[in-house]
């Protein structure tokens, strides 16, 4: 298989909520929610680096496409990793997703490893990594 990874879709409980947590909490470049002329279209897609996108798309919708029974949600499923640069930019972004509503379960600290990071969860509980390593450059 080409790697070919352009979008991660997370599906969420209020479309609306999660929006407002993505678009105004964080600050991700959104278009808004479209798709809502369709039955379980209603869709926000958000620009991460070039070629990737995350979708928030309802639970239920998504179980729906996918054929799949809707399920109760685990945090520990897996988590979105988002590398920043130094770690200053690590507190800056923890902060902001506490002030956006987001649940913090790891406190921005150093890591085993030799890094920084901390966890946090969005409004429906998916779990967020921010994290700099100092072995990883980023280009400009």
Known sequence: MKPRIAV????????????????DGLG????GIIGTEFEHG??????????LKLAI????????????????????EFSIGHNVENRDEVDQIMEAARKAGATITVEAQDTFWGGY?????????????????PDWVFEA
């Open 117 to 133: 990071s901390g966890y946090f969860q969005d409004p429906d509980g998916h779990l967020w990594e921010v994290v700099w390593n």
């Open 28 to 31: 991700l470049l959104t278009q």
């Open 42 to 51: 209603a869709v926000a897609f958000f620009d991460l680096q070039a070629g």
């Open 8 to 23: 991660l879709t997370i599906g969420v409980d209020d479309l609306e909520r999660s929006l407002g947590f993505y678009r």
């Open 57 to 76: 798309w309802e639970r239920k919708n998504l179980a729906h496409d996918s054929r799949m029974p809707l399920s109760t949600p685990s945090p520990t």
